[in-house]
C-alpha cells in the first residue's frame, strides 16, 4: 500500500497543467490586458506629440537661431541648413548632423514659411500632426501657445 501511494504522488508532481487551470490563466491574462492595454495605447501618440513639440521650440528653434547669428538672415528653406546657398556668406553648417532634413515624429518632414505666416517678422515652422493633414486642429506650430496645443 505504502509503494502505490508513493507511485501516485510521484505521478501527480510529474502531471502538467489541467485544460480548466490553463483556461483561467489565459482568462486572467486576457482580463489584465483589456484593462492595460487601452491606458498604454494612448501614450504613444502623446508622447509623439511631445516630442514634436520639444524638436520645434528646442532643437529646430535653436537650429534656425544659429543659421540667423551666422548669416544675418534665418534660411528660405530648411534645405539651406543642410547645403550652403550660393547668396549667402559666412554660413558654417551644415547645422543638423547628420546633414539631413529632420523629421517629425510621424517621419513627415517640418512645414517650413519664411517669412512666416504667423509669425510675421521670422518664421512659422510646424508639424501636421497625427493626422498628416495641414490645416487642421492637430496640428503642432511654433507660433501656438503650449496650452492650445
Do not use: C
Amino acid at each position: 500500500m505504502k509503494t502505490q501511494t508513493l507511485s501516485t504522488q510521484k505521478n501527480r508532481k510529474r502531471r502538467g497543467f489541467t485544460l480548466v487551470e490553463i483556461l483561467l490563466v489565459v482568462t486572467i491574462i486576457g482580463i489584465l490586458a483589456a484593462l492595460v492595454i487601452p491606458k498604454i495605447a494612448g501614450r504613444g501618440d502623446q508622447a509623439r506629440i511631445d516630442r514634436t513639440k520639444a524638436d520645434i521650440q528646442g532643437g529646430l528653434k535653436s537650429t534656425l537661431g544659429m543659421y540667423e547669428v551666422d548669416t544675418g538672415r534665418y534660411p528660405s528653406t530648411l534645405n539651406d541648413l543642410i547645403q550652403q546657398p550660393s547668396d549667402v556668406k559666412n554660413w558654417h553648417g551644415p547645422y543638423f548632423d547628420p546633414p539631413a532634413i529632420p523629421e517629425d515624429a510621424w517621419g513627415r518632414p517640418y512645414v517650413y514659411v519664411y517669412p512666416g505666416r504667423h509669425n510675421t517678422t521670422s518664421y512659422d515652422i510646424s508639424s501636421m500632426g497625427p493626422d498628416g493633414q495641414d490645416g487642421t486642429a492637430d496640428d503642432i506650430g511654433n507660433w501656438m501657445t503650449t496650452s492650445s496645443q
